[in-house]
């Protein structure tokens, strides 16, 4: 191992890996500690609630224009709600 070269390049970047390098990686299971083998995949405690998970029908037009907006569509979409919410009281929702 002394006389691999080190994976950072002279510019700081990552440099490829070589063929016989490549065919040297193993899987993580096979590779890290069994101590380390068993937080794979462990998730910790939640820093904040998590969200409620609910069915409701909104109008394509709205769903089309936020899923255009690509990944993270939803959250966005919760966050032009909790917008809504700061300028009217949820009474309001109800009113037409």
Do not use: Y
């Not at 070269?5 to 490829?16: Q, T």
């Not at 909104?58 to 255009?68: D, G, Q, T």
């Not at 979409?77 to 309001?92: I, Q, Y």
Request: overall charge negative.
């Amino acid at each position: 191992m002394a006389d691999r070269k080190p994976l950072i390049d002279e510019d700081g970047e990552l440099r490829e890996l070589t063929e016989e390098e490549a065919s040297e990686l193993r899987p993580a299971e096979e590779a890290l500690p069994s101590s380390l083998q068993r937080k794979l995949g462990v998730r910790g405690p939640q820093r904040r609630p998590t969200k409620e998970r609910v069915t409701i029908r909104l109008s394509p037009e709205v769903v089309s224009a936020f899923r255009a907006t690509g990944k993270g569509w939803q959250s966005r979409l919760d966050a032009a709600l909790n917008d809504w919410l700061t300028e009217h009281s949820a009474d309001e929702a109800g009113r037409n």
